[in-house]
């Protein structure tokens, strides 16, 4: 699915910066494509840019990673599946700017990282926030792997957007398609990056709509599309009349059909998009069965006695509300037109006037509409829903409805704009001022941008005990004659002396006259709005009389039943206010966001007549301002767009860099620098922070990026690669061996052939190096076929093999020869002795066969070992070279004509020695004699002719053991140790960690 990346950044970094920049622009001619490589960041030339790019259709321009979008209020040809395609897993800067490429970068990088994003959406109403939010989902659509049961998921979420617009959307003055909710959904990723499920999280409907409009304005789309499309038979179950004009919550605005929106169509798309989001048939009747009973309510109306009470008239269509709602004819009558007052324990009924009534009556029709519209979006949730408890990341994206003013404003703008406030706030946090706040902890120097922080507008509005929504808040409370003009009053008392604030009264004299008395006027960081007070306290009260809910309670629409139901738990409470509980949920929404990683669409509008191809410079000029993207470019431009730990970015790109990888063994922050050095990074295109580093431009870092997904793309064949290497080489190094061992051989062969023949021919001449070996092998073929014929007794002397004629002539001869050439039977004797004692034991007798006994002073019976043995001594196993001399009674350890040690026969109740090659004894002592110093540990090169002498002068051959692994010693009486044994490549003898003497043969 990934493109193919054509662009080389490793040898781009090193053609320079102006090759950078070169392959950047050229990708779209069309002005710059990044506000960032702007000449200068002024606002001329920021909106000239922008002009630029719009006269050619090019609604998407940088700052950064930002996206700055402009309404085009055409179809482009930009939005299909090939143009998908080109983006999925390209980086920002290989293609001109798109939606798509940050909706794709927002999630490869919440893979990588495994982590949560949300895109925020802003701009001000018809800017195309809803239009961005839906290419989004739809780019996601196509784009995330998929499966059969997950394109359901996928569905439900492409098609919960008809559903909700529908019921949550209407044609204000501003936009055909206004939102008149706040929308976070939340898209739910496995690890594998599919999309499985959604949350949608719904803000503060404006249900005054379901019964006032403004001129030019209509009612929610979907009274207009079930009256227009809605079929004969539905229609007339739900009693209602083919012509919104019949209507009076739909003909309020005068514009109930509009050229620009097709009802009837529409209406087929909510009928099917309400079946995919698994609302069933019976709840879809019970939904347009409340439709259609608010548009009844609409039209009931009400008669004034002659005492000017309200009567209610029995009319056509308060009979179809009546039975659309299943409830009580008589009750609702009394609850539309009298108030019920509890007094002690009597019930009083207070008429209503006609006002009053129709207040009664307007208000059970928004809490109907607004009810309802929370019970879809529940649905909607439950059917997008991931029950699977693995871990998910997700992507949140924010459409919520965008700054606005009217003509006159009300409570819903004094709402929806402090949202926006809201917004901008965490917008600031969590670019601007964060971006700075970070650079000084970091220790990177800062050109400080001015910037306007507008918090002092949200204390304004939300500050506890003192902010608007409080004031208001207390006014609604207050017991008493609190009316929308005393609200102001307290206002005007409490907000005096604040700059963003101005009433009539407060204002200069020029300011005065723009003011009506019943205004206020709050200067937001968008742009000055001035609200008019009336209806402040009963929207944000938004009371319905106890006894109309308890009957909707018992209304035999389902849907109704159970929203009324399930309204207040806590009927004794009073529900907290609108505005109140709006800040909380706006309070969350920012917990939420603050949580995950921010990536921004700022939407402009491109002109107020919604007319394709029209810049206005002045309204877009405005936008620029409020929306604070010059100060986000001056950020840009002046900081660095990108930052990571040492760490991090040490761990991601290390394999770019041979000295870094596997692993940079020295400080993070030295690797990062080696690394960069290697990539070519340029002294200006980087700084280093306390902990991070920190990349001006983003495209650097995406040319590394892509140096990395490069690397991983070769990764893998690499692997096999370096495997496959390894194994030809270790082959090859093998066959070396055996080859050279081989050679070697056969060296050895031919010389060994060759000295034989020597031998053979100079058998007959006195020992010299020539015949030497031959004779040796003489003798030990000799001895061998002796030692297999030997004669039945020692006494018989006849059957003696005779000896090869070079041995006879030998031991004849040469007197010298003697000694080293012992009379056969003596020998032999020896030798028998030693393979009885060794063979088949101690794996150097075989080497030994061969050699001669080297024994001197014979007849003396005293032995000298002909090389200077090794002495362990038993405290620490320190090598002393000793001599040793055995005579008839005892063996004496001496040093240099000192007696250091006696070993009587008598106490030698055994001689260890192990399996294996070493020449290691140990001579196992008695200790009961107190003059032994314990069990004595030695080293002797002739071991074999050694202790054979030994265990026939001092006849203790019996007590010769070989032993395996480990010879216990006694090193005094009572206190135990141990010399191990053991093979490796080189002849070692150390007191090992565990206190025993280790041999190594
Ligand atoms: N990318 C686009 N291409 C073509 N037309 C667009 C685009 N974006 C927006 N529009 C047009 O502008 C209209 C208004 O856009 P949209 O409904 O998304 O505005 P909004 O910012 O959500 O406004 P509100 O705050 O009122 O909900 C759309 O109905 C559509 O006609
Ligand atoms: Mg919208």
């Given at each position: 699915m990934h493109k193919q990346v054509c662009y080389t950044c490793l040898c781009y970094f090193g053609r320079g910066q102006l090759d950078m920049e070169g392959a950047l622009t050229a990708r779209d001619r069309v002005g710059i494509q990044d506000f960032v490589l702007l000449d200068e960041t002024t606002e001329a030339a920021f909106l000239s840019n922008l002009n630029k790019r719009f006269s050619k259709d090019l609604i998407y321009t940088y700052i950064g990673t930002l996206l700055v979008s402009v309404n085009p209020y055409k179809e482009l040809d930009v939005y299909n599946n090939k143009q998908m395609d080109l983006y999925m897993g390209v980086n920002f800067f290989e293609l001109p700017p798109h939606i798509y490429a940050l909706a794709d970068n927002a999630y490869h990088t919440m893979l990588a990282e495994f982590n949560n994003h949300f895109i925020l959406i802003s701009g001000e109403s018809g800017a195309g926030k809803t239009e961005a939010s839906k290419k989004i989902l739809q780019y996601y659509a196509v784009s995330c792997p998929s499966t059969a049961l997950l394109n359901t998921v996928r569905d439900k979420m492409l098609m919960s957007n008809p559903v909700l617009e529908a019921f949550g959307n209407a044609k204000t003055l501003k936009n055909d398609n206004s939102s008149r909710f706040g929308k976070y959904m939340d898209i739910q990723f496995d690890s594998e990056g599919e999309a499985v499920g959604g949350h949608i999280l719904n803000y503060l409907l404006e249900k005054s709509r379901v019964v006032h409009q403004n001129h030019g304005e209509r009612n929610f789309h979907i009274f207009y599309q079930l009256v227009q499309g809605g079929e004969e038979d539905l229609l007339h179950q739900l009693g209602l009349e083919r012509d919104c004009q019949h209507y009076n919550y739909l003909t309020q605005g005068e514009c109930a059909i509009v050229a620009s929106i097709n009802d009837k169509d529409e209406w087929k798309t909510v009928k099917n998009a309400l079946q995919v989001v698994n609302i069933d048939e019976i709840n879809t009747n019970h939904l347009f069965g409340i439709v259609a009973s608010v548009l009844h309510l609409g039209n009931v109306q009400f008669d004034s006695d002659s005492k000017g009470h309200s009567k209610k008239k029995l009319t056509k269509c308060f009979v179809f509300f009546l039975q659309l709602l299943g409830v009580d004819a008589h009750t609702l009558q009394e609850g539309l037109t009298y108030r019920k007052i509890e007094a002690q324990k009597d019930q009083v009924l207070s008429p209503f006037t006609i006002d009053h009534a129709i207040y009664a009556r307007d208000a059970l029709a928004k809490a109907m509409y607004g009810q309802t519209f929370t019970w879809l979006v529940n649905r909607i949730n439950e059917s997008m829903e991931n029950k699977d408890s693995s871990r998910k990341t997700v992507i949140g994206l924010l459409d919520i409805y965008g700054f606005e003013v009217f003509y006159v404003n009300s409570f819903e703008q004094f709402c929806i704009n402090y949202c926006n406030e809201k917004l901008q706030q965490l917008f600031i946090q969590l670019t601007l001022k964060s971006e700075q706040e970070e650079y000084e902890a970091e220790d990177i120097e800062w050109e400080p941008v001015q910037f306007f922080n507008n918090k002092i507008i949200c204390d304004l509005v939300e500050?506890?005990?003192?902010?608007i929504i409080s004031i208001l808040d207390e006014e609604c409370l207050r017991p008493g004659d609190a009316t929308d003009l005393t609200f102001l009053e307290r206002l005007e008392d409490k907000m005096g002396n604040h700059p963003h604030f101005v009433t009539h009264k407060l204002a200069d004299k020029m300011t005065r006259k723009t003011l009506e008395r019943g205004d206020f006027r709050l200067l937001h960081y968008a742009g000055e709005v001035t609200y008019c007070v009336v209806g402040f306290l009963d929207k944000n009260n938004d009371l319905l009389y106890r006894n109309i809910k308890d009957l909707m309670c018992q209304s035999k629409n389902a849907i109704v039943r159970e929203c009324f139901s399930t309204m207040d738990p806590d009927n004794r409470r009073r529900p907290e206010t609108v505005a109140t509980q709006f800040k909380s949920s706006l309070l969350k929404l920012t917990e939420i966001l603050m949580a995950k990683e921010a990536w921004y669409i700022r939407c402009l509008k491109s002109n107020e007549s919604k007319q394709p191809g029209q810049f206005d410079e002045a309204l877009i000029r405005h936008q620029v301002k409020y929306l604070g993207l010059m100060e986000h470019l001056r950020v840009r431009r002046a900081g660095f767009a990108y930052r990571r730990k040492y760490e991090d970015f040490l761990k991601r790109y290390k394999p770019l860099c041979p000295a870094t990888w596997p692993h940079w063994r020295g400080v993070p922050a030295d690797g990062v620098e080696v690394l960069i050095q290697h990539l070519g990074y340029l002294p200006n295109e980087y700084k280093m922070g306390r902990t991070k580093i920190f990349i001006r431009h983003p495209r650097t870092l995406y040319a590394t990026e892509d140096a990395y997904e490069r690397f991983k793309k070769n990764y893998t064949p690499s692997i096999i690669f370096y495997f496959s290497s390894s194994a030809t080489k270790i082959e090859t190094c093998w066959r070396g061996v055996q080859a050279r061992k081989e050679r070697e051989k056969r060296a050895w062969a031919v010389k060994v052939i060759k000295q034989f023949i020597k031998g053979y021919m100079t058998r007959g001449q006195a020992k010299i190096t020539d015949n030497s070996e031959y004779l040796a092998f003489v003798r030990q073929n000799y001895l061998n076929r002796l030692k297999d014929n030997l004669p039945k007794t020692v006494l018989d002397k006849t059957t003696w093999l005779s000896p090869p004629s070079v041995l006879t002539e030998k031991s004849t001869g040469n007197s010298h020869n003697k000694t080293c050439c012992m009379r056969p039977d003596r020998h032999l004797q020896m030798k028998l002795i030693t393979s009885s004692l060794f063979k088949g034991k101690k794996d150097s007798y075989p080497q030994s066969v061969a050699q001669p006994f080297m024994i001197r002073n014979e007849h003396i019976k005293v032995i000298k070992c002909r090389h200077t043995p090794i002495k362990y001594n038993r405290n620490g196993f320190k090598p002393r070279p000793r001599q040793l001399i055995l005579t008839q009674a005892a063996a004496y350890v001496i040093d240099e004509a000192k007696i250091k040690q006696r070993v009587l026969y008598a106490f030698l109740k055994g001689i260890s020695v192990s399996n294996l090659t070493d020449g290691m004894v140990v001579f196992h002592i008695t200790c009961e004699d107190p003059k032994q110093k314990g069990d004595l540990v030695m080293q002797c090169d002739h071991l074999f002719e050694f202790l054979t002498k030994l265990g026939v002068i001092a006849n203790k051959q019996n007590v010769i053991k070989v032993v395996q692994g480990s010879i216990k010693i006694e090193i005094q009486a009572g206190k135990e140790s141990a010399v191990d044994f053991g093979t490796g490549q080189e002849p070692m003898v150390y007191k090992a960690k565990n206190g025993h003497l280790m041999v190594v043969s």
């Open positions: 500050e506890k005990h003192r902010g």
